[in-house]
């Protein structure tokens, strides 16, 4: 009986060890960004905050099987096996199973309408949306083309694609834009970018719903939390599970 108790408190034991081994392995693996084609083992232990020790021992098993490569000045980069884990993720990726969650999280924070955008040539295409609680809300069809200098999700889209101007820049700085009224009477929205590998833009986020309802003040205590949100979106666009940045709360601006 007591050598089964002492049997079963090992194996849980050794379980614990696994786990906390593969979760420093993955942190070793994640220490890599775009800009980082190699990292020294003294890199690689300040961004894990893993002891070097521990670090080059989980990289010598991860280069067995060849997710890590040692280069001759004793630096290490990512190999072939964590390039087809990447190249996986690419060709099975399904913009809509990623989108739709934090759009569904965003409407039960917000309780208004949330969409998606991307731009198509000098349009702007709903490409997923989710329909808010409320009775009184506005429309959009997905798939229907809307203009981009028209509507705070246009306008993002172009502010973060270059557009130059007073009205572009200031957009940038905030990292969000509102509008009320602006493409339909009535309607008011805000929107904030949504970013993909290498700060690539992808679209923009937003969420619509009657001026009525969604006054500037309005508008502009919701605007922190869309632009949470798509900063969440953007890094699960990029296949990171890394925090999202903070944008400082705005200041009050007339559009």
């Not at 309408?113 to 069809?141: D, K, M, N, W």
């Not at 937003?206 to 003040?217: D, H, Q, V």
């Not at 699960?236 to 999202?244: D, Y």
Request: with cysteine; hydrophobic share 40%.
């Amino acid at each position: 009986m007591n050598r089964r108790h002492e049997s079963s408190g090992t194996s849980a034991e050794e379980t614990s060890g696994s786990v906390i081994a593969v979760t420093r392995a993955l942190r070793v693996l994640e220490a890599f960004g775009v800009n980082d084609p190699q990292l020294s083992l003294a890199e690689l232990s300040r961004r894990t905050g893993i002891h070097k020790t521990t670090v080059l021992r989980l990289a010598r098993t991860l280069a067995a099987d060849d997710y890590l490569v040692q280069k001759e000045d004793g630096s290490w980069r990512l190999g072939r096996a964590a390039g087809w884990l990447g190249a996986c993720y690419q060709a099975t990726f399904n913009v809509q199973e990623v989108v739709e969650p934090v759009l569904r999280a965003l409407t039960i924070q917000t309780g208004e309408s949330a969409s998606f955008y991307v731009r198509e040539g000098q349009q702007r295409t709903c490409l997923v949306r989710v329909e808010g609680p409320q009775a009184i809300r506005h429309h959009v069809r997905i798939g229907a083309a809307l203009p981009l200098d028209s509507g705070s999700p246009g306008r993002v889209i172009l502010a973060f694609s270059g557009e130059p101007g007073e009205l572009y820049e200031m957009i940038r700085r905030r990292g969000f834009h509102l509008s009320l009224g602006e493409r339909e009477p009535e309607v008011s929205s805000v929107s904030a970018p949504v970013f993909g590998l290498h700060w690539r833009l992808l679209g923009s986020m937003c969420i619509s719903g009657p001026t009525a309802r969604l006054n500037e003040a309005r508008l502009l205590e919701l605007a922190q939390t869309v632009v949470d949100a798509a900063n969440k979106l953007s890094y699960a666009m990029a296949g990171s599970q890394r925090p999202a940045p903070q944008v400082e709360r705005p200041s009050t601006w007339h559009p």
